[in-house]
Each structure stands twice: as structure tokens, then as C-alpha cells.
């Protein structure tokens, strides 16, 4: 199993069970280190795909074709694709950044909580 079928395993073993917020940390570094490493892997596919495609140059079947441009239009998709990766993971960071500032009253809330009980009954916990 490579890094990025465990990678999907551990985003998707990860509940929103208990406490939250360390199980939306948890899931956000998850995902973008699943992010990163789809990226990564496009970038060395769209460079090895541009470079295998541009030694085509010459083949008989294909004379009179720009082959340099064809290749560059081709490997666009897979850096395309690329970008793609590398915005999951700056929403992955805005998920997180999001639930922070909607909930962080009541997570400073949380910490100056005296040790007098919970009130609170709910199926999560801040």
C-alpha cells in the first residue's frame, strides 16, 4: 500500500467524535499532507509525460507536427491538475481557520471554565 492510500485511510478514519477541535486539526494536517503529496506526484508526471512526448520529435508518422507545442498542451492538464491538488490544501488551512473563528468564543470559554461540572450533555465536546 503506497503513502497515499494510507494517507486516504488516516482521512478517513478520522471522526468528528469527542473532542473536536483536535479531531478538525488532525483532519485538516491529514488533508493536506494528502494535498501535497498528489501535487508532488503531478509535477513529476507532467515533467516525465512533457519529456517523453517532446522525443517524439522526428517520428515518421508524425512529421510536420509541432511536437514541443502538442506536448506542452498535453502535460497543461496534469499541471492543471496540479494547482488543483495545491488548493485543496489552502482550503484544507481555511477549514480549519474557519472553525476557529466561529467557535472561538466558546473555546476561550472552554479554558476559563471553572472546575465546578459540566453542564453541557451534547454528543461532542469543545
Known sequence: MGTGQQ?????????FHGKVP?????????????AHDVARELNHAEAAAESAMTQLKGHP??????????????ARHLREAKELAEGISAEA??????????FLEALQALEQRSAKGKDYKGKVEL
Do not use: P
Request: aromatic share 10%.
Open 22 to 34: 483536535a479531531q478538525i486539526t488532525a483532519y485538516t494536517v491529514a488533508t493536506q499532507l494528502f
Open 61 to 74: 508518422l508524425l512529421l510536420g507536427i509541432d511536437i514541443r507545442a502538442r506536448a506542452w498542451r498535453v
Open 7 to 15: 494517507r486516504l485511510d488516516e482521512i478517513a478514519a478520522i471522526e
Open 93 to 102: 488551512v481555511k477549514f480549519n481557520l474557519q472553525f476557529r473563528q466561529e
